[in-house]
Structures are given as C-alpha cells and as structure tokens.
C-alpha cells in the first residue's frame, strides 16, 4: 500500500515550470516563427534552445551531481505539456531520453565525462533503439555488436532516431553474444556514421536512419550488458513524456478548433451554435481532461512500483493518443475548406499528432499490454 | 498541494470502513432495485429508508452540513473519505437522494431560516422522503417553459397542472415544485419555486411502469391544490434562478451533497471478473482480444473517474480557463460510462446476453441487463446527456445557443 495511495499531487516546482514554460512558448512560438523553423535542416531554433537551457530545463531530471537539479518526470512532465500546447520543436525529447538513460545504464566515466554538459543544453544526445521491423519492445534487438580486439564492431541499422541528425552523442542498443547491450558513441564516432534523415509527416520533428557499417569503437564504449531494466524505464518514460506534450497538443488543437467555431459564421449564425460541432468539441474537452489527469498520475507514480508506474504511463499513452487523433481530425473537418489548407495551422497540430500517437507504441499497443497486466 | 491524508483522517477512514464492516445490511430476501430511481414496493422502501437511517445515526450522513440543522458541521474531506468507503464496501445506496443530493443543498443555501429549520434534519433521517415536480408531459428538456401554475391568494397559493417522471412521488412528503406564477413574463421570469406537501387534497398520484417492468416515477396531476406560501423559495418569479441552481447540485456540478451513493456500485473490475466466467462461442470471453480491449479501455475510464475526483483538491492543477470543468462534466461522464460499461458487460456474455434477470442460467442474475437498461435513467434523468453537452459548450466553452 505505501506510496500507492498517492496516485496524483502537483508541486510547486511544478506549477512554476509549468507557467515559465507557458509564458515562454506562448510569446515564442507563433505559427509565423515555427513555420520558419520547419524550413530549416536541424528543425529548431538554436536561440530558444539556448534560453530553455539557461532556464535549466535540459537538467531537470539530472542529478545534482551531474549538473542538473535532481528533479523527476513530474517536472519533466509540466514542460512537456506546454512544449506540445504551443508545438516547442526542439531536440528536447532526444536529448531527456539519452541523458536518463546515460544516467541509468552509463559507467560513471561516461556520465561524469557528458552529463554536465548535456545539462547545460551544450551537447545534444539521443536513442538510437528500433530496427526495420518496427517493434516497439525494448528487447527486440536484432543488430549485433561483435568483441574485437580491446572494442567493438557494430553493425545493423537503426530506424527512428530522434534527433539523429543533430545529435552529438548516441546511444544505441545492440546484441551482444546474446545480451542486450547497449553503447555510447562519442561525437567523433557518431559524425563518422551514414545518416539518412527520414521524411516525416510532422515537419517539426527530426528523425534519421543510421547505418552501422562495422563500425570499430573502443571497449569503453560500452555502457551495460543488462540494458533490459533501463530500456524498460526508458520506454516508460517515453510514453509519459509523449503523453503530456500530447496532451498539450490537444488542447492547442481544441483552442484553435473553439476560436474557429466563435468566429466564423454560416446561415447567419456562429458555427458552433450546431450540434454536430459542439457536441464533439465538448468530447474533445472532456477527452483532454481526461489526458491531464492520466499524464499527472503517470508522472506521480513514475518512479513507484513498477507494475503501477507501468499501468499508468500505457494508459496515459493510450488515452492521449485517441484524445490527440480525435482532437486533430475535427479540427480539419470543423475548419471547412480552409481547413485542408497548407495555410491552416491546423495541420501542423494534425501532423504532431500523427506522428507522436505511433511513436514509442500506439494506442492498441498500450491497451494490449494493459490486457496482459490487469486481465492475466 | 498533495492530496495526502493527514493521520487523522486515515484513522477516520478505518474507523468508517471498520463500521461499515459491522453494520452492512444483510441482502434482503427480495431484489432490491438498481437505483433511487426504481423503488417500487413496500418493502423496498423500507429496507432502504432504514439503512439510511442507520448511515445517519452512525454520522456518516450530512457530515458537512450544519449542525444548527442537524447535519455534523465536519469539514466536506470527511464526507469524502465516507462516500468513498460506502462505495468500496458496496453498502445499498440512500433513499432520500433528490433531499439529501439537490432539495437539501438548495433549501440550506436558498432556503429561509424557518425552512431550514423545518425540513433538513428530516431529509438525513429519511422521516421525509422528498421528489422533484419539474418535468411535465409537454416540457421536458425546455424545462423554462412548463405550464403548470400556481396562483397566489392571500398566504397561500394555488397549484394546478400536471407534472410527469415524478420520482417516489408516491412516498414523498414533500416536492421540490417549478411552477409558472406570472403567465405574461418571459418564460425565465415568470416562475416560481415551491416546497410543496404531497399529503393535500387535489393531489393525484399515477404511477408509472418502466421499460424493465419496475415502478418509480409517477404522474402527478395538481387540481387547485392550496399551499402556503411560505413554502416558496426565494421571490416570487425568481424560480428559474432556485431551479438551476438545484438542476447543479443535482448534477454535481456544485458541491454540498449530504453523501451516500444514488445507486448500486458496479466497477470495471466487476465486468473484468464476469469475462472470467463467462463464455463467448465456446471460451472464455477475457481470451477474446476484442473483449480485452474494450475491458481495458474502461478500466482507463475508471481510473480517470477516481483522478479526477483527486484533482478536484488540487486547485493548481485544474485547468486553466476552466476551473469548473471537472464538476460540470461529471454527471455526463459518468452516466454514458456506466451505460457503456454495462452494455460492454451484457455483450461479454455471448449466447447468454439474451437471458434476463430471474432466468436460472442468467449470469450474475441479469444485473447487467437491468443495469444496462436502468443505465438510461441517468443518461436521460436530470438533464439528458445532449442537453448537457449543450450546457458545457455554452456556459464552458462560450459557444453560441443552438
Ligand atoms: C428515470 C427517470 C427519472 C426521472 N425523474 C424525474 C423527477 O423525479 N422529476 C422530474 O421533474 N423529472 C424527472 N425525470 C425527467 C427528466 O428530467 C426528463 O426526462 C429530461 O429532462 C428529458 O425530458 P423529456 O423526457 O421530455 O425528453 P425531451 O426533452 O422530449 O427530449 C427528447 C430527445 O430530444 C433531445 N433534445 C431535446 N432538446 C434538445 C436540444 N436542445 N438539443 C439537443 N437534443 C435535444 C433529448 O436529449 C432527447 O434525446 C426523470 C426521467 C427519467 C428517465
């Protein structure tokens, strides 16, 4: 029982990054600057990224320690929300995977060698986790990594890596002689790599294919022969950071859907006078609500028993997922032709949430596994 | 800002749990009904009327109510922490629900000191069962434009109309009563609200049988009825401002209910445990992916209904622009899942969904058939779901009438 009956609570740490991130993002962000950003090959802008790591945003969840301030996936959570509500692009989702899982499957060389830095924003590290299968289980590594000489040769390709283009470090998972392993590849190795950047339906995300020709890296680019653990929490994590920027995401969408349905008029009167478009927004409305109170929970029981912290970052998953879809395809249809437009923001909402809703596991996925947790 | 309980109100909570434990009523002999809405005979009634008692007596009822009126003058966590055992432990719900949930809140809040005096305390007891003469034939969800009149005539006034879906209109004492006492004034003006007795002459009471065969709401049909006008709340013609403002407590949307639960506790964990048992084309129905599925997306449902009920007491984390939100939407949530949840429970049952209560061979002996078709009292009852959908796009979110 203990802990277990806390199952939602919000800080003031919370609450103050929750308002400096939506004061920032809502000044920053217009549609005008981030369809500026999109144009561009790394996808963000590098000012703003700055800001966010003088705010200390990129330490939040590195310990002291290391640089960071020691906080969790609540505060994590309280800038993600606002990063999806007002569309942030930015590598900041790559960068809090790889710096936790650095932190939880690193060697203390490497963490000490890199987490300062990638505190202060000043390096920028990602995953590199999924095949060409497209599974989204944390085990299913096929690429090998084969002992040779003091180091290591790699090779296979990865598919989906965040960031990839931009990063300056890795961390990839591999099979070695059966366990799954995973490496640290420095910024000299990474730039040696062949990377392909993927054509994504989300303009504001960056994402690559990275080939492993036989790559050679020294043996102390090894992180952990026992990557299961940290992958699992990692995967978590993912889920629950996704749902909050998701959730931000819909209710950006459902903002932009209401203003909609206020101005403009047809038969003489406002659109959202009609049923058939009010009675779907206030689902979407109850759906966010809904969001909001799964991502919080997620995060509250983050770091709790694993069954119960598990349960509830895939049903927040899950739940945002639906909620982001559902948000984004009335969006389009309750804006009309206009709607359909390039010029719409509309779709750059709709591209978010195509995306973000297959990514690290989709909405029957989650329910599939909460089956196998709560019904077996 | 965390919603942890304090070691008082945790050793509040066992000692609720433990009473509950020692006094819950054992099941009667007959089938109790699956609501407030429902109770139709005698010994119903009873067994209802003294299980609230009990609930009373114990403390367990108006906990936050004041105790000049004999509530308990507690702070409301603790009718939370009550509500929340009496539904864990699955005791039967409360009769006086339409006293205890909305004519009680608003007599405390709009009532004068003499009404408050005369009529709260009776409503815990369950001494004076309450019903609700809103609803007629003719005017149902445009509730503002009901035709029944009351006329003043020196101290009393004078009822005539008809009035329709009365809850336990039969073994009510009182009525919470809208009726039109200016004709001429725009339809919002010109009503009244009126704490009527149901033991006067001219009265008729008709009672009405459901679709599941069961009794529970009434006709009642006002035939120059007299009542004094003391009984009426607020000014004469500010009835619609009374009205709305109970329709809210009934709906939840504002809080200062007394507590207790309106009807029998039914879970996802409950329908989880019947896929268990039951049997789809030959196999378990919890094998079938499809049924897994649906399961889990209820449960998901469940665990944010309990959330947000957490959320409700951190204030920071209610969203901004629409604090009230939460509460505005809970009966619509709430009502649609239940059907939902019991639709998904009868489908689970395959070959067997057909079989109906009091058939031997009927899984869990039809509850979730009559649940499944009880499950519309609530979706249509106190405002039906499209109508609440109305008010949350026009009073939340500011959209334009329909
Ligand atoms: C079990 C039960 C118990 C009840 N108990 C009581 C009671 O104790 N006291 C009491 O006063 N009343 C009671 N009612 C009545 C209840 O409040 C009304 O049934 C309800 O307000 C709907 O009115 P109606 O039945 O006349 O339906 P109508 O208003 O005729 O509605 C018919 C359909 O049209 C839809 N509709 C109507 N207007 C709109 C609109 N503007 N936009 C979109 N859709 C619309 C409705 O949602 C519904 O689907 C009870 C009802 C039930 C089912």
């Not at chain 1, 949430?353 to 909405?363: E, I, L, P, S």
């Not at chain 2, 009351?150 to 336990?168: P, Q, S, V």
């Not at chain 2, 939100?325 to 070959?351: C, D, N, P, T, W």
């Not at chain 2, 039809?366 to 109305?390: L, P, V």
Request: aromatic letters at 10%; proline letters at 5%.
């Amino acid at each position: 029982m203990s802990g277990s009956d806390l199952l939602i609570s919000y800080s003031d740490e919370q609450a103050m990054l929750h308002e400096t991130a939506t004061n920032l993002l809502a000044k920053r962000c217009t549609f005008e600057a981030l369809r500026q950003w999109m144009e561009t090959p790394e996808g963000y802008s590098q000012e703003l990224w700055r800001e966010t790591a003088e705010l200390g945003w990129l330490g939040i969840a590195i310990p002291e320690a290391y640089g960071g301030y020691g906080l969790g996936a609540p505060e994590l959570v309280s800038v993600m929300e606002p990063m999806g509500r007002y569309l942030y692009p930015s590598p900041f989702l790559a960068s809090t995977l790889g710096a936790q899982l650095l932190l939880w499957a690193g060697t203390e060389d490497q963490k000490r060698s890199w987490l300062p830095d990638i505190a202060k924003g000043q390096i920028l590290i990602t995953v590199a986790l999924m095949e060409a299968d497209g599974s989204w289980e944390p085990h299913h590594v096929k690429d090998r990594a084969i002992p040779l000489g003091d180091g290591y040769e790699l090779t296979g390709t990865k598919h989906f890596v965040l960031d990839g283009q931009n990063t300056d470090l890795l961390i990839a998972a591999f099979d070695l002689q059966g366990e799954l392993s995973l490496f640290l590849l420095e910024p000299h190795e990474v730039s040696k790599l062949k990377k392909d950047p993927e054509n994504l339906i989300d303009l504001s995300r960056r994402s690559c294919r990275i080939c492993f020709d036989g790559l050679k890296v020294p043996g102390s680019a090894l992180m952990t022969r026992d990557a299961l653990h940290p992958l699992r929490k990692l995967h978590r994590l993912a889920w629950v950071l996704l749902s909050a920027e998701m959730a931000g995401g819909a209710e950006g969408v459902f903002q932009l859907t209401l203003d909609y349905l206020k101005v403009r008029t047809q038969f003489g009167r406002p659109i959202g006078g009609f049923q058939a478009l009010k009675h779907p927004i206030v689902n979407i409305m109850i759906a966010i609500e809904n969001a909001r109170a799964l991502v919080y929970h997620s995060a509250t029981v983050f770091d709790g028993p694993e069954k119960e912290a598990e349960t509830a970052a895939r049903m927040a998953k899950a739940h945002t997922s639906d909620t982001y879809a559902y948000a984004v395809n009335r969006a389009i249809q309750f804006h009309g032709a206009i709607g359909y437009t390039w010029e719409c923001n509309a779709h750059l909402f709709f591209r978010r949430a195509q995306w973000a809703q297959y990514a690290f596991g989709d909405a029957i996925h989650h329910r599939r596994h909460l089956a196998e947790l709560l019904l077996d | 800002m965390f919603v942890q309980e304090t070691p008082e109100l945790r050793e509040f909570r066992a000692e609720v749990a433990n009473w509950l434990r020692e006094n819950k009523p054992r099941p009667p002999k007959f089938r109790l009904p699956m609501s407030f809405l429902e109770v139709g005979t005698d010994e119903q009634f009873q067994y209802l009327r003294d299980w609230q008692q009990k609930l009373y007596e114990a403390g367990y009822l108006g906990m936050a109510w004041p105790r000049e009126y004999g509530g308990y003058g507690k702070p409301q966590i603790y009718q939370d922490i009550a509500n929340e055992e009496m539904a864990k432990a699955r005791v039967p719900f409360v009769i006086n629900v339409i006293g205890l949930s909305w004519a009680g809140p608003a007599v405390l809040r709009m009532g004068t000191e003499k009404q408050k005096r005369r009529y709260i305390k009776k409503i815990l007891t369950a001494e004076e069962i309450w019903c609700q003469g809103f609803s007629e034939p003719d005017y149902g969800s445009d509730l503002a434009s009901l035709k029944t009149t009351a006329r003043r005539e020196g101290d009393r006034y004078i009822i005539n109309g008809h009035k329709i879906w009365t809850t336990l209109a039969t073994y009510a004492k009182h009525m919470i009563l809208l009726a039109r006492t200016d004709p001429e004034a725009p339809k919002y003006r010109g009503l009244s609200f009126f704490l009527c007795p149901m033991d006067l002459p001219g009265i008729e009471i008709r009672p009405i049988t459901k679709m599941t065969g069961e009794l529970g709401f009434n006709e009642v049909i006002f035939d120059d009825v007299s009542i004094p006008a003391d009984t009426l709340v607020g000014q004469e013609g500010q009835g619609w401002l009374v009205a709305v403002t109970t329709l809210a407590y009934e709906r939840g949307a504002i809080g200062g209910q007394a507590g207790g639960h309106p009807s029998q506790i039914l879970t996802a964990s409950d329908v989880v445990e019947l896929a268990r048992e039951a049997r789809r084309d030959g196999r378990p129905a919890i094998e079938d992916p499809l049924i897994r599925d649906e399961l889990v997306k209820f449960l998901i449902m469940e665990r944010t209904i309990e959330l947000n009920r957490k959320r409700l007491y951190i204030e920071k984390l209610l969203t901004p622009g629409r604090p009230q939100v939460l509460r505005f939407m809970s009966k619509l949530f709430h009502s649609e899942y239940i059907q939902g949840l019991s639709e998904l429970a009868v489908r689970i049952q395959g070959a067997y969904a057909g079989l109906f209560a009091g058939d031997p061979c009927a899984l869990a002996d039809g509850i979730w058939q009559r649940s499944y078709m009880n499950s519309f009292g609530f979706t249509i009852g106190g405002g039906t779901s499209e109508i609440q959908r109305n008010i949350l796009g026009e009073r939340i979110l500011g959209l334009a009438k329909g």
